[in-house]
Structure formats: structure tokens, C-alpha cells
């Protein structure tokens, strides 16, 4: 089972093979409405969910192995949009290729490069 690091993961991380279930204190670390949580169970947190919630499961899937740095939201939708500005040109190349033997028309400049004109 893939989970996000937090700090209850760092504690354990000396144990690559896991631990005994048996063995691991039963700290209470949060309630839900159908009651209290241990530290270390596999319920993950809902909308109802009090109490240290970064301690609980937080579930990932494997694509989060791809994360390989933190960034702000600003900078993945600055990222997006100067990649989808990229796209947006490179079709445009592609258009204007194909339509080369076409007789010239009015192609207006790429979208993004407007936008940042308007900024």
C-alpha cells in the first residue's frame, strides 16, 4: 500500500518490511463519526474526520512516485499555460505548413502570446 510521507511514516521508515500490527501503540489520533482512530490504522481521513489528520493514511497511487518536487499552484498553472502556449504554436507551424500552397491569409498571433500582451 502507497501512502504520502508524513511524519508517521518517517518514524517507521527504519522497518522496510513493515511492522508488527500487534506490537504498535494504540494512540487514539483522531474520531470520525463512527468513532475514535488509532495511529497507524488504514482508515483515511473524510469531511467528518477531527483531529491530527497528517498522522493518518493519506493514499496514493503510483503515479505519485513521478513527484519529484514540491510547487506552489501558481507555478504549475504558469508551467501549463507556457506548455499549452507552446502547443498552441507548434499547430500553428504545422497549419501554416500544411496550408503553404494555400493562397496567403490573415493568421492571427498564437492565443498565449495575446494573453500576455492584455497582462
Do not use: C
Not at 468513532?35 to 493518518?56: A, D, F, H, Q, W
Not at 501554416?96 to 498565449?112: K, M, N, R, V, Y
Amino acid at each position: 500500500m502507497r501512502v504520502l510521507a508524513n511524519s508517521v511514516t518517517d518514524e517507521v521508515r527504519d522497518h522496510p518490511f513493515g511492522n508488527d500490527p500487534y506490537s504498535l501503540p494504540r494512540e487514539v489520533i483522531a474520531e470520525d463519526e463512527w468513532g475514535p482512530i488509532p495511529k497507524y490504522s488504514t482508515v483515511s481521513p473524510l469531511r467528518s474526520t477531527t483531529g491530527e489528520l497528517e498522522k493518518m493514511a493519506l493514499y496514493a497511487g503510483q503515479s505519485s512516485a513521478l513527484i519529484h518536487a514540491r510547487e506552489s499552484a501558481e507555478e504549475v498553472i504558469q508551467r501549463m499555460l507556457s506548455e499549452a502556449g507552446e502547443a498552441l504554436d507548434r499547430v500553428q507551424a504545422q497549419r501554416l505548413t500544411s496550408l503553404s500552397s494555400s493562397p496567403p491569409q490573415f493568421h492571427p498571433a498564437p492565443i498565449h502570446r495575446r494573453a500576455q500582451e492584455l497582462d
